[in-house]
């Protein structure tokens, strides 16, 4: 118990430079690129003075360290800065969007693992027939598939010709009103507030995305979960405890032990890819998350806003890999800071 | 030099369908780089037919909203896909070799060495911290979508992969006796570094090559696709899945499915021969 205090400690002091490292780097990512911000804001025609405004209102004419100050300053006071799009301050915009990206990312990263882990493990024990060449060639696929492809494929078929999935319209049909907020994620809103009919349109609306994102990166789990096992069923302890009698399920056990702690690590790669990757989905399906958030701030230039996605999206991956080296710590206890 | 069919890596890729493919597959497209735009039956950039015409047999993948001829145009959009990718993982592996080989030869060297060592893995992990396509987003948005852009982009988020392969080598290879051999000779350490254990650790950065160009492409596809990448009415797959996308939805399958085929088969087929090269390379997988 000590050891794991230490170590949680340590990885905890670990993760305190990097967040501070984030920051610096979407502070000057804003700074250093090409294309002053002022002449975007102010406009095409603008004249000198009205340039030279705008860079005050920004901050930008003060010195650099301590325009930075202000800005980690500002941002530990929860004030992201005010979206000119929505005119709403950023942080408003972003705590109604990112639970619909989140249940969108923790869905397809948990249903990754429930259905990937399970199958590669099967596949990886009983070796040949038809299961195992399937797998073999959707693992292929991995990392190759355009999620924003499948998406549109999934729709031709399931909403146009099928006719079995809602209109993707967003996370709610139309004629339904949204839960009562308590987590923002409609579905958990609606489960916990006993809300029926917002319910089963939540769930029906999440089927498409949910899909399309696992079956484009599952593949990645999958082949990991089933080449771990595989090696470490023709390892020596293995042999030695098939040798000794030990029943086929007991050597499974023991292989596993030593075959899920990298499937973690590709598990929290996984978040870390989908947290960028479900932009094109959200896109697609106007899910209205996080992600579509980041690409209409985009195109429309609105600074402060892509700095706070930015930075909020990796102080969460910052996040998830500190859960994932905890987690292998628990499970593979050999691994020091 | 010997004929192909007697190379082991022609005897390799014979055995193996997944090689072969992704190896006619790459060819296909530097070919049509080359010389797509013109010998695409139709202009590439302007309509050439009534609006969503399905497919047929002057209109092959049909037309898009605009007309536009969708064979056509899918035939010349390698030259500004692959151009992107090629053109940012060729940067990317440049600066990632170099910074591997620094990062990884100095790595045991003196105070300063160590230091910068140290240094160039800390912002690789930095770096990496960011979602990939969140961070490519806002590369490119906050810089103004254009080509450039997006190589440069593209470049910068590759680098630490290149990075790391490469430290990772030749942290093993300096290990080696022709190392300490190169040192004694009186080889200055940057000489040593780079002239000596460099060629002997770019292996696995090579076989990383070809999985990053198809994943560029990808990645160029979803930045055009959200309007962050070369602007409309360039023939880029992204950008014409893009379009078709409101039509896929009402039915006119054809207008996203074939840009997107492609770019799936591109991507894999990069994937794929990277993949055989790397077990061809590593002599314990080779059966």
């Known amino acids: ?337 | 030099m010997r004929p192909l069919r007697d190379t082991d890596l022609w005897h390799f890729a014979r055995l193996r369908p997944g090689m072969l493919f992704g190896l006619s597959v790459i060819i296909l497209n530097v070919c049509l780089a080359a010389f797509g735009p013109a010998i695409a039956p139709f202009p590439t950039q302007a309509p050439a037919g009534a609006s969503l015409v399905s497919p047929n047999g002057t209109h092959w993948f049909g037309t898009d909203v605009s007309g536009m001829d969708i064979f056509s145009r899918v035939m010349a959009a390698p030259r500004i896909d692959l151009t992107i990718a090629l053109v940012s993982t060729v940067i990317a592996f440049a600066c990632g070799v170099a910074l591997g080989v620094i990062s990884g030869y100095f790595a045991q060297g003196d105070r300063a060495g160590r230091i910068a060592s140290t240094l160039i893995m800390r912002i690789a992990d930095i770096v990496q911290a960011f979602p990939m396509f969140v961070f490519a987003l806002a590369l490119v948005g906050l810089s103004g979508p254009s080509t450039k852009n997006v190589i440069i982009a593209l470049a910068f988020l590759n680098i630490p992969f290149f990075l790391r392969v490469t430290r990772g080598t030749v942290l093993q290879v300096r290990s080696r006796t022709f190392v300490e051999a190169a040192i004694c000779a009186g080889n200055t350490s940057l000489r040593t570094a780079f002239v000596h254990v460099m060629p002997n650790a770019l292996a696995p950065a090579m076989v990383h090559f070809s999985t990053t160009v198809g994943f560029s492409i990808l990645l160029t596809a979803g930045l055009s696709f959200v309007g962050a990448g070369v602007p409309p009415p360039t023939p880029e797959l992204g950008l014409m899945i893009q379009v078709g996308a409101q039509n896929m939805i009402t039915g006119q399958w054809w207008t996203a499915l074939f840009p997107g085929l492609c770019l799936a088969v591109t991507v894999l087929a990069f994937s794929l021969f990277g993949d055989n090269l790397r077990i061809f390379l590593d002599p314990t997988n080779r059966r």
């Open chain 1, 1 to 337: 118990m000590r050891r794991f205090a230490l170590f949680t400690g340590k990885r905890l002091l670990f993760t305190v430079p990097q967040l501070f490292a984030v920051s610096v780097i979407v502070f000057f990512m804003i700074r250093l690129l090409p294309g002053d911000p002022s002449y975007m804001l102010a406009g095409p025609y603008a004249s000198p003075d009205r340039i030279r405004e705008v860079r005050s209102t920004l901050g930008l004419d003060q010195p650099i360290t301590s325009q930075y100050v202000r800005y980690v300053e500002r941002i530990a006071h929860g004030d992201f800065g005010t979206s000119w799009r929505t005119s709403q301050p950023v942080l408003n915009d972003i705590r109604q969007r990112l639970p619909a990206t989140l249940e969108l990312v923790v869905g397809a990263v948990l249903l990754s693992v429930v259905i990937g882990i399970p199958l590669g493990v099967a596949v990886a024990t009983s070796r040949g027939g038809v299961l195992e060449r399937g797998v073999f060639f959707y693992g292929m696929l991995a990392g190759s598939l355009p999620d924003f492809w499948i998406g549109l494929l999934l729709i031709l078929i399931f909403f146009y010709l099928l006719g079995w999935a809602p209109a993707p319209v967003g996370q709610l049909d139309f004629a339904v009103s949204s839960p009562d907020h308590i987590t923002g994620a409609y579905v958990v809103d609606a489960l916990l507030t006993g809300n029926g009919p917002a319910f089963w349109s939540a769930c029906g609306q999440l089927v498409l995305p949910l899909a399309t994102l696992v079956l484009v990166y599952m593949p990645l789990v999958l082949k990991t979960a089933r080449s771990t096992t595989e090696e470490m069923l023709l390892s020596g302890f293995v042999v030695q405890a098939r040798a000794s009698g030990l029943s086929r399920w007991m050597q499974l056990r023991y292989a596993l032990g030593n075959a899920l702690p990298p499937v973690i690590t590709v598990v929290g790669i996984e978040f870390w890819f989908l947290l960028g990757g479900a932009v094109l989905v959200e896109t697609i399906f106007a899910w209205g998350g996080l992600g579509q958030y980041a690409v209409e701030s985009v195109i429309n230039s609105d600074y402060a806003p892509i700095q706070a996605v930015v930075l909020i999206t990796a102080a969460f991956t910052t996040l998830v890999f500190l859960v994932v080296d905890i987690l292998y710590y628990l499970l593979d206890p050999r691994i020091s800071v």
